[in-house]
């Protein structure tokens, strides 16, 4: 997200730079640092105050749900692109036929 908000110029340069395997590591980085960032504030804050620890509930939900709901999309319009082109699906080497349903029932677990 970080590179491509950095290509558009939405955030600084030094984002969308590469590493010699041409990945954008400095993005990378970034949010792994903020998960880290928000990983540590929510123990700090637990042990300073017991009851944050439902705070980072409420936030942790709120932010899983809306992410899952465009893979949910994703996957019902991959399996009915697959029944609408059975010719095309019949053509493509790797074939799994039933991934996208053992994902859908993974993530609704």
């Known amino acids: 997200m970080l590179y491509k908000l950095s290509i558009d110029h939405q955030v600084p340069a030094f984002f969308s730079h590469f590493s010699k395997r041409l990945v954008p590591n400095v993005a990378i980085l970034s949010i792994a640092v903020g998960i880290l960032v928000g990983f540590l504030l929510d123990v700090i ?8 620890s439902s ?8 932010s899983v749900l809306p992410g899952m709901v465009p893979w949910f999309v994703i996957l019902i319009s991959e399996l009915k692109f697959r ?5 095309i699906m019949r053509s493509i080497r790797l074939n799994y036929r039933y991934i ?8 609704v677990c």
């Open 45 to 52: 804050a637990t042990m300073i105050n017991k009851s944050a």
């Open 83 to 87: 029944r609408q082109n059975p010719e």
């Open 55 to 62: 705070f980072f509930v409420v936030v942790y939900s709120s």
């Open 100 to 107: 996208h349903t053992l994902t859908i029932s993974r993530l």
